[in-house]
């Protein structure tokens, strides 16, 4: 008479709920069955795992004692037998597709703290490197923040499904999930709108920062900076991601001068054809550029100037600052393309840094005669 071997189904509720799984003991060989009952050691069990994607997993494996201290789980553990690689294949498409997906649309917000100069912020930080980990997880925790740490993007988002942060400080490169597939991940949770994302990294290229404020990243801050400017940065970061509306949380352009220059803001509304209001913020002051369909068709004070176009060439001059694009419908004006407004302020810029004794091309009718200036 054979002998009967205990099976059982395993669900999960949600989405994040599988990724937590995965992430915490799937990937690692071993699950937890949600019953009160205790096998023997040894006892061999079978599984039937649900896959969020409809795939089923037919595994086995055999009962273990808790790896907790004292054996208090809720549950019974189970070590899985080794995959086959179909099953291996299975999990691994299944993952991917959940991490490129978006949560649910009625995911549920889940509290944050009141804001505040003096509240103990709850910052995840994300780095491969043990030192750096260490390092700035201490001298965090040493001025009065709560810290948690992961080596590579998908323990932190597993981290951050589980608890959610008031901030995320992550590396860009690292193993299984980098710095740019957790800041998608983290976006495309409505529940995770107000939760700030900053980069721990110094990127070289314009074009590679504009990406990360595309994406919705807060702020970048380069892995040495002291660590009181790192939390007044990441106070200020906090704040401005809670200050969003809700609609905007996950989605819109924002950033800093200092990283992203206002031409390369304006390049990509051109190349896009967007429309709505780009707020710049310099010296204590806004202007307002209202874009439509790519092209300027006003602007919203211009400063000492007679013209919206010197106000552009002179914000264009702006190394510090802050930008913020919102998306809407503009009424089209006298429409400027902005190509134009960045050639003629490229124009302008090479004449004057060509300065006395510098050459420049005059045109009088039909012959260009090239002189010097005086």
Request: hydrophobic residues 40%.
């Amino acid at each position: 008479m054979g002998v009967s071997i205990p099976t059982f189904a395993l669900r999960f509720e949600s989405r994040d709920d599988f990724v937590v799984e995965y992430t915490d003991r799937l990937r690692h060989g071993w699950v937890v069955l949600p019953i009160e009952e205790r096998f023997a050691v040894g006892t061999l069990v079978r599984l039937r795992v649900h896959l969020p994607d409809e795939m089923v997993l037919y595994l086995t494996g055999s009962a273990i004692k808790s790896p907790r201290a004292g054996g208090a789980d809720a549950g019974q553990w189970i070590r899985l037998a080794a995959l086959s690689e179909a099953d291996e294949a299975r999990l691994h498409a299944c993952v991917t597709a959940m991490l490129g997906d978006t949560a649910p649309a009625d995911a549920e917000t889940p509290a944050t703290a009141d804001d505040g100069e003096g509240e103990m912020l709850s910052v995840l930080l994300v780095d491969d490197s043990v030192s750096m980990r260490l390092e700035l997880g201490e001298a965090l925790r040493a001025r009065g923040l709560r810290v948690r740490v992961a080596d590579n993007g998908l323990v932190g988002l597993s981290s951050a499904l589980k608890r959610m942060p008031d901030l995320i400080l992550t590396d860009v490169e690292m193993p299984q999930m980098d710095g740019w597939g957790l800041l998608r991940a983290i976006r495309q949770r409505p529940g995770f709108t107000q939760v700030a994302v900053v980069f721990l990294t110094r990127l070289s290229d314009e074009a590679t920062r504009l990406r990360g404020y595309r994406l919705g990243v807060d702020d970048y801050l380069p892995k040495q900076m002291p660590a009181d400017e790192i939390l007044a940065r990441a106070r200020g970061a906090v704040a401005r991601r809670r200050q969003l509306p809700a609609s905007q949380g996950s989605h819109g352009l924002r950033g800093d001068l200092e990283h992203v220059r206002l031409g390369s803001v304006l390049a990509f509304l051109e190349s896009e054809r967007r429309s709505g209001s780009l707020f710049v913020r310099h010296a204590g002051e806004v202007s307002t550029v209202l874009v439509s369909q790519g092209s300027l068709c006003g602007l919203e004070n211009i400063g000492r100037h007679g013209h919206p176009h010197d106000r552009v060439f002179e914000m264009l001059g702006w190394t510090h600052g802050e930008f913020e694009f919102a998306a809407h419908d503009v009424t089209e004006g006298e429409a400027t393309p902005l190509s134009y407004l960045l050639l003629e302020h490229a124009r302008r810029t090479d004449e004057r840094e060509a300065g006395p004794g510098g050459t420049r091309l005059e045109r009088t009718g039909d012959s260009a005669n090239t002189r010097a200036a005086r």
